[in-house]
């Protein structure tokens, strides 16, 4: 299989994957064997689900005055901010 990478830099993504859990490392004499680790995959599937959830829940969240969109602490937010800029104004 070709990357299209270093070697060098394949070992830099998977030292990355291996610390945040996605993958289990094992030595065996010079080489360095991968495994994913399926439920660490399994909860970065799950997550990934429930942003796209809410995704879907923010294209239909709107009324004329106001966002029926909850956030987890239960405040009304919305990712669509409708801003006003008066003119000459920096924010």
Same mark, same amino acid.
């Given at each position: 299989?070709?990357?299209? #990478?270093?070697?060098?830099?394949?070992?830099?993504? =998977?030292?990355?994957?291996?610390?945040?859990? #996605?993958?289990?490392?094992?030595?065996?004499?010079?080489? =360095?064997?991968?495994? *994913?680790?399926?439920?660490? *995959?399994?909860?970065? #599937?799950?997550? =990934?689900?429930?942003? *796209?959830?809410?995704?879907?829940?923010?294209?239909?969240?709107?009324?004329?005055?106001?966002?029926?969109?909850?956030?987890?602490?239960?405040?009304?937010?919305?990712?669509?901010?409708?801003?006003?800029?008066?003119?000459?104004?920096?924010?």
């Amino acid at each position: 299989l070709t990357l299209g #990478i270093s070697e060098a830099a394949v070992s830099q993504h =998977m030292a990355v994957l291996k610390r945040v859990g #996605i993958v289990n490392v094992s030595r065996h004499g010079y080489h =360095m064997h991968y495994e *994913l680790n399926r439920e660490a *995959l399994e909860n970065v #599937i799950a997550a =990934m689900n429930q942003w *796209l959830e809410r995704l879907d829940n923010v294209k239909t969240c709107h009324e004329p005055d106001s966002c029926k969109f909850r956030l987890d602490d239960g405040s009304r937010g919305c990712l669509y901010k409708n801003v006003t800029r008066r003119k000459g104004s920096n924010s």
